[in-house]
């Protein structure tokens, strides 16, 4: 079945004391989690973004990066009207609707949902309460709640399509204000959802504090990955660093384009992944790797992290070159990078250093890079 996902992301963040969505988490904006999650789950076919209408300018770029975003809309005043806002662009079948303000959801969590979808209308993942729960009644508590019966309710809620469309049409002026969509379609429709298994992990950012407690959850799946590189360098070749070409008398000698920048960074990238190396990926009597431009080793590396559930956050290169200096060229590699990376230019780092007249590097034999990446695994 053709399936969307509506993230909506166009809350005031009153609790949090202010826009929460594009805070910064693992220095990647807090909404951008979601994104990632839903685009690469392969289930999902398209994704609609709710955005807040001071945020509206960062659209072309997200829908650069994320392939699958379809279009990105404004919110309303409350939850209800921005999925309505977000329904209105849905394509598929089957919706899946998602807080932003949930980062750290799982692809086991999206499959459990679209399995349930198979069967039922509504399907919402819901996670047992721990604690005790008891009632206030002004200064003192009284009774208890069973805790059997209750259950705590995240995203994504998953809706076929034409039942959420026909819930809003029947509950009128008043779906905007119902919290969640399966509150909606069951006081519109009396169409009750059934749960699967939510992830406790699954944490929602509400109050600053969230925000620090996702991030330490997160922590734990940053993997950190190094490479190096070295070509001699000889006249008559092009000098290629990071998919640049930087004007130079001496060029990298080598098979395919001698990109001692990306050589260093594909291997910090599979490193972090500890998925191999660059010659074992792309070997070179592999005629299908033969004299290929290094951004097509970058570009592959890069699917298959993805593939696997890694995310990129940030790189740092250094390269060590005689002449030409590598400042006044940086920023253009970076630029190239974070192209390449899918990620923002202040995540990528590249920095020059000299031989001091020493060594192979000093003497202008060679080439050197060394790089880091660091990275987030997928979900244990
Ligand atoms: N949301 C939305 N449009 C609204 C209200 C909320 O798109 N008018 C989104 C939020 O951006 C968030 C999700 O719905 O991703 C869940 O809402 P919540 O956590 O309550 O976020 P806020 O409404 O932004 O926060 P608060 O209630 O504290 O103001
Ligand atoms: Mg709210």
């Given amino acids: 079945m053709r399936t969307s996902a509506v993230i909506v992301a166009a809350g005031r963040g009153e609790r949090f004391g202010g826009p929460k969505q594009a805070q910064p988490l693992l220095g990647v904006p807090l909404m951008e989690h979601s994104l990632m999650a839903f685009q690469h789950h392969p289930g999902v076919d398209e994704v609609i973004l709710v955005l807040a209408e001071d945020l509206q300018a960062l659209a072309e770029d997200l829908q650069q990066r994320y392939p699958k975003l379809q279009a990105v809309v404004p919110g309303g005043a409350t939850r209800g009207a921005s999925v309505f806002q977000g329904l209105q662009q849905v394509q598929g079948e089957w919706v899946l609707v998602h807080d932003a ?11 459990r949902v679209l399995k349930g979808l198979e069967r039922y209308p509504v399907v919402v993942p819901v996670v047992p309460v721990p604690d005790t729960v008891k009632y206030r009644r002004g200064d003192h508590l009284e ?18 399509t034409r039942i959420l469309r026909r819930a809003y049409e029947r509950a009128g002026d008043q779906a905007i204000y119902f919290s969640d969509e399966s509150n909606l379609v069951e006081h519109a429709l009396g169409i009750h959802a059934v749960p699967v298994p939510g992830d406790p992990e699954n944490l929602k950012v ?22 190096y590189d070295r070509h001699q360098l000889g006249p008559g070749r092009p000098l290629m660093l990071g998919g640049v070409e930087v004007p130079s008398d001496l060029g990298a000698l080598g098979h395919s384009d001698a990109d001692v920048v990306i050589h260093a960074l594909v291997d910090a ?7 191999g190396d660059i010659g074992a990926l792309f070997p070179d009597h592999d005629p299908q790797w033969k004299d290929a431009p290094s951004r097509i080793f970058l570009e592959h590396a890069c699917n298959l992290l993805r593939q696997k559930g890694f995310r990129v956050l940030h790189v740092d290169i250094t390269v060590l070159l005689e002449r030409p ?16 990376l899918g990620i923002s230019v202040d995540r990528v780092s590249v920095k020059g250093k000299s031989g001091e007249g020493k060594g192979p590097v000093g003497r202008r034999e060679v080439v050197e890079a060394y790089a880091v990446a660091t990275l987030v695994g997928p979900m244990p």
């Avoid at 303000?101 to 499959?111: E, H, Y």
């Avoid at 709640?145 to 076929?160: F, N």
């Avoid at 509400?206 to 490479?227: K, S, W, Y």
């Avoid at 990238?269 to 500890?274: I, K, Q, R, V």
């Fill in 206 to 227: 509400t109050f600053p504090e969230d925000l620090q407690r996702v991030e330490a959850l997160m922590t734990r799946r940053m993997c950190v990955g190094f490479g």
């Fill in 325 to 340: 200096r590598i400042r006044p060229h940086a920023l253009e590699i970076r630029q190239n990078l974070a192209r390449m």
């Fill in 101 to 111: 303000a949930r980062p750290m959801v799982r692809a086991a969590l999206i499959d």
């Fill in 269 to 275: 990238l599979l490193g972090a992944a500890a998925i």
């Fill in 143 to 160: 009774g208890q709640v069973d805790r059997s019966e209750i259950a705590l309710v995240q995203t994504p809620q998953g809706v076929w």
